[in-house]
């Protein structure tokens, strides 16, 4: 880490343990929205931090947000999801979006807002070209109608990217994206879900009906909705392996501080559990590593698919093999609500921004494709 990200890093670091770890198990037992939390980080602009600077934004890079993701997923996950998919809908429009859409969007988030990215339906989860949201042009706008489900930040988001069908009849390809304000007429808001875990994440059903919005919203062109989709996941899915990274370290610094008090002091507990407390921190440094190595190939411009797939994947996985063998160490200790978090958080790391089954068909193809051809020398360019 530079100079500069380590004392981002520290920051982050300071603000968790005093804003965040005081309050989260009050907000898990609650169920509620942690709202207090936006305000809280307002002076610090940390809501913005993927916003580029010259929009008013942070401009953090790749692998700085990650090390705040990390810190935020130390001291909460719920939490830690709330700012990774405000940053996932962010990345939709800067990835398609105009300068204006770009400025518009980001705005609220320079005021600790948050947005929210609405791909999934009742009947379109993994398959998003099963959706029944429509698009329909008229005049200059376009009429969204349909259902959007566990969309995260939904009922406390500011703006919205939400994806219909503008040709339904070419499934996938016939998806496309748009910016949707917050107290459109038509925009109806269903009850937030009673989650197993990340349980002060606000998450919501909510319903389209005759929502209209000026064409000036329609990121990249009709169509392109599921291609935004998929370049907007790639480019998110190591903020998870992040949050999921700062769990399962928790989850092992919660256990080591339990194993500390029950031993006595200059004590150590027998080799067995000291190898499986040594397996934890490799399959967790591992992890850590497997992400930063992604968010440095998207700071260098080289493709990383494959890679954002490996580190979300591992990272959730080493979230909930760290967080089982915390528990059975630890045994009955563990069996707390507070203690028991770290696990109902971790499953669900599994299962959103694309279940750990699609990440590894997405490994899959990519191990199986054709092997590219070596890109020619400079005497072979020569000749």
């Known amino acids: 880490m530079t100079p500069e990200q380590q004392a981002i890093r520290q920051a982050a670091k300071e603000f968790v343990a ?12 609650s169920g509620e929205f942690h709202a207090y939390l936006l305000e809280a980080a307002k002076p610090s602009g940390i809501f913005a931090m993927a ?10 890079g790749p692998l700085t947000q990650a090390l705040v993701l990390e810190e935020w997923g130390y001291g909460c996950a719920a939490m830690g999801t709330t700012l990774s998919a405000s940053i996932l809908s962010m990345e939709a429009v800067l990835t398609a979006g105009n300068d204006d859409q770009k400025r518009r969007f980001c705005k609220p988030m320079l005021s600790a807002g948050i947005g929210a990215f609405a791909l999934t339906e009742p009947a379109a989860g993994s398959d998003a070209g099963a959706g029944v949201a429509t698009a329909v042009k008229s005049g200059g706008e376009y009429i969204l109608n349909g259902p959007k489900c566990w969309i995260t930040n939904g009922g406390e988001a500011a703006v919205y990217v939400v994806f219909a069908a503008t040709d339904p009849a070419q499934g996938a390809k016939g998806l496309s994206a748009f910016i949707v304000e917050r107290g459109l007429p038509g925009f ?6 009673e989650k197993l875990g990340l349980r002060s994440s606000n998450t919501v059903f909510f319903f389209l009906k005759d929502v209209r919005v000026p064409v000036a919203n329609l990121l990249g062109k009709e169509g392109e ?5 998929m370049e907007t996941l790639d480019l998110a899915r190591p903020s998870i ?6 769990l399962a370290q928790r989850c092992l610094d919660e256990c080591v501080k339990h194993l500390r008090k029950r031993y006595p002091a200059k004590s150590y507990p027998g080799e067995t559990l000291q190898f499986d407390l040594a397996d934890m921190q490799i399959a967790i440094e591992g992890a850590r590593q497997a992400q ?30 760290v967080t089982s063998q915390a528990m059975r160490l630890m045994g009955s200790h563990a069996y707390t609500s507070e203690f028991g978090k770290f696990m109902r958080d971790a499953k669900v790391m599994q299962i959103y921004e694309g279940t750990n089954q699609i990440q590894r068909l997405v490994i899959a193809r990519s191990v199986l494709a054709p092997p590219k051809a070596p890109a020619p020398t400079m005497k072979a360019a020569a000749e």
Not at 51 to 60: A, C, H, I, K
């Open 292 to 321: 930063h190595h992604t968010m440095s190939l998207r700071e260098a411009g080289k493709p990383f698919s494959m890679e954002s797939a490996i580190a979300k994947t591992l990272g959730t996985a080493v979230a909930m093999s």
């Open 188 to 193: 109806i808001m269903g009850d937030r879900e």
């Open 51 to 60: 916003v580029p600077q010259e929009y008013g934004g942070l401009g953090y």
């Open 241 to 246: 392996g992040a949050l999921a990274v700062g």
């Open 18 to 29: 005093k804003k965040i770890i005081p309050h989260a198990a009050e907000y898990d037992k």
């Open 225 to 229: 909705g599921m291609k935004i989709a």
